[in-house]
């Protein structure tokens, strides 16, 4: 997430997406200024099986980070907000910021430090100590080639987008001859929300992702429903999407204009890979006040057999207080495999319920 000033507007905070091409605002909050002049309504298209998103647009803007100053670049204001982002996270976000600014600068995503640099394409030295892979650009959007080792041992190419703003490792399509294949050990659950729609599919272990010269050993990754990536996949050769789970694994340098992508194994590099074992999807009932609610319940997980409900309120974890925890870390502890069940205690209708959500990996 970076600080970004559109044109004169106080400084908004926007997760750095190269899954899109333009910058999008999803919400303002009360202290927020910003002035647009609006040409036109648009459709986004994205992922998701649900109908085109309606977007205010903006072009000719100025949009400055930092000392950087890059125009002229659109921008969209999306009419619904469907992402809920600071809800979702317990922190103030106001939109995603695309690619705009790769196509000026080589830009540093260094993951350990929490630090975007960006450097003049023209004087910059090739980092020391990290693997390089090329990339390709098509509308903006920037892919790389990866190698798969499937559960039969064979080796498979890929073609993947580069996607900082997607919470996954990967996802790949599964619909088209030469696919990728499942894992036979799966199972079905909600993958994320699209501009266009909550994306639904099965997760899985891979044996292995290779990176350069890197392999990353059974991440856990997903196979969208092809309803809702088939407008995106049909007429591509993209095979996935490298999501920031993946990603920031390794710190990196993205050199757009020489199609070069650097990167370097982090702290990060060998963490287990996790998912929502629970099935429960949290947000808070207003934003930055610790009030814990259940806006979405996986069909068939742990949580959906347990009795939990969307809307229910999440009053205690194990005996501690909701309050005491975070978003991130209340999503931890969902995503922490255990031989022994979590305790929920939930308000429902004005009454307590207590239940017992099993945290045995499927997987």
């Known amino acids: 997430?970076?600080?970004?000033?559109?044109?004169?507007?106080?400084?908004?905070?926007?997760?750095?997406?190269?899954?899109?091409?333009?910058?999008?605002?999803?919400e303002l909050l009360p202290g927020d200024k910003i002035s647009l002049n609006y040409s036109d309504v648009k459709d986004l298209m994205g992922l998701g099986g649900g109908g085109r998103l309606g977007a205010l647009t903006s072009n000719f803007n100025t949009l400055k980070i930092g000392k950087l100053s890059i125009q002229p670049k659109t921008v969209y204001v999306l009419q619904e907000d469907i992402f809920n982002l600071s809800k979702r996270t317990g922190l103030k976000i106001n939109g995603l910021?695309?690619?705009d600014f790769f196509e000026n600068y080589v830009v540093e995503i260094n993951y350990s430090n929490k630090r975007i640099r960006f450097y003049e394409p023209n004087s910059f030295p090739e980092p020391k100590g990290y693997g390089m892979i090329p990339m390709t650009t098509e509308g903006q959007k920037m892919f790389v080639q990866l190698s798969v080792l499937e559960a039969d041992s064979s080796k498979r190419n890929v073609k993947m987008l580069i996607d900082t703003?997607?919470?996954?490792?990967?996802?790949f399509q599964s619909f088209k001859k030469e696919s990728v294949g499942i894992p036979e050990k799966n199972f079905y659950g909600t993958i994320g929300q699209g501009l266009n729609g909550e994306i639904t599919g099965?997760?899985?272990?891979?044996?292995?992702?290779?990176?350069?010269?890197?392999?990353?050993?059974?991440?856990?990754?997903?196979f969208p429903d092809s309803a809702t990536i088939s407008d995106i996949i049909l007429n591509s050769e993209r095979d996935g999407t490298i999501g920031s789970q993946l990603l920031s694994r390794f710190n990196l340098f993205i050199n757009y204009n020489q199609k070069q992508f650097f990167f370097k194994p982090n702290e990060n590099f060998r963490k287990r890979s996790t998912y929502n074992i629970a099935g429960i999807e949290i947000t808070q009932i207003i934003p930055f006040i610790p009030q814990v609610e259940v806006w979405h319940v996986w069909e068939k997980s742990p949580a959906a057999l347990a009795?939990?409900?969307?809307?229910?309120?999440?009053?205690?974890?194990?005996?501690?207080?909701a309050f005491q925890f975070n978003i991130a870390e209340i999503k931890g502890i969902f995503e922490t495999p255990s031989r022994q069940p979590i305790t929920l205690t939930l308000m429902r209708d004005g009454k307590e319920i207590t239940v017992k959500i099993d945290m045995k990996s499927k997987i």
């Open 1 to 26: 997430m970076i600080k970004v000033r559109i044109n004169d507007s106080s400084p908004l905070n926007l997760i750095l997406d190269t899954g899109i091409r333009n910058t999008i605002i999803t």
């Open 97 to 99: 910021i695309g690619v």
């Open 165 to 171: 703003g997607a919470e996954l490792n990967a996802w």
């Open 202 to 222: 099965k997760f899985g272990r891979l044996p292995e992702i290779i990176v350069g010269a890197y392999g990353l050993k059974n991440l856990i990754v997903s």
């Open 307 to 321: 009795g939990v409900q969307i809307g229910d309120q999440i009053i205690e974890i194990n005996g501690q207080k």
